[in-house]
């Protein structure tokens, strides 16, 4: 089954809250909304380990990182995959 959740956060926390959701696992896909509009989707690989999801996911980091301090606040969607 597939869930979709939303997160408002501040620039400044962004990068935080997206590494956070990356470690919790369990997600198939990062959507990036910014006043209403995708900025950034970032499908994820299911079972893929959470090595290789950092080492992958370290320039959409940076990138996003970036772009959290041009903003003051962004949403981030998030769909996960419930067993």
């Avoid at 620039?11 to 509009?37: A, M, N, T, W, Y």
Wanted: with cysteine.
């Amino acid at each position: 089954m597939v869930t979709n959740e939303r997160f408002t956060v501040s620039g400044d926390k962004l990068v935080e809250k997206i590494k956070q959701l990356l470690h919790e696992g369990s997600i198939r896909r990062v959507r990036l909304l910014h006043e209403g509009r995708t900025v950034i989707e970032i499908p994820l690989t299911i079972g893929a380990p959470a090595a290789a999801i950092g080492i992958m996911a370290a320039p959409v980091l940076a990138a996003l990182g970036a772009f959290a301090a041009l903003v003051t606040e962004c949403t981030i969607e998030v769909e996960k995959i419930e067993e």
